[in-house]
Nanobody, 122 residues
Framework: QVQLVESGGGLVQPGGSLRLSCAAS????????ICWFRQAPGQEREGINFINIRDNDIYYIDSVKGRFTISRDNPKNTVYLQMNSLKPEDTAIYYC???????????????WGQGTQVTVSS
């Protein structure tokens, strides 16, 4: 069974850090890419970055560039999202998804995790 499970969300103060994990199972992790999305209340789901496991190609949207870092641990079939200098506008449910197309457009992705809540507030 193809499955993605996110973890690591929580409540953090502005300027703080969190590390999210996306654990993959049921498919050949090395042949796909993992993309992180987020969805704030009342807003559309937004793709923020991806990592292509095959060639380590990495992409970030401008609003997270320099603050967020995506990385992978192939033996653990896990992708991480290190989030630093968090801002209140980063508050959202964060999802990971997998496919083979290097894009942040959500309609390309068929396999999703259940999401993990990140709240940035003082």
């Amino acid at each position: 069974q193809v499955q993605l499970v996110e973890s690591g969300g929580g409540l953090v103060q502005p300027g703080g850090s969190l590390r999210l994990s996306c654990a993959a199972s049921g498919f050949s992790f090395a042949n796909y890419l993992i993309c992180w999305f987020r969805q704030a209340p009342g807003q559309e789901r937004e793709g923020i970055n991806f990592i292509n496991i095959r060639d380590n190609d990495i992409y970030y949207i401008d609003s997270v560039k320099g603050r967020f870092t995506i990385s992978r641990d192939n033996p653990k079939n896990t992708v991480y999202l290190q989030m630093n200098s968090l801002k209140p506008e980063d508050t959202a449910i964060y999802y990971c998804a997998t496919d083979t197309v290097p894009t942040i457009l959500s309609h390309y992705y068929a396999v999703w995790g259940q999401g993990t809540q990140v709240t940035v507030s003082s």
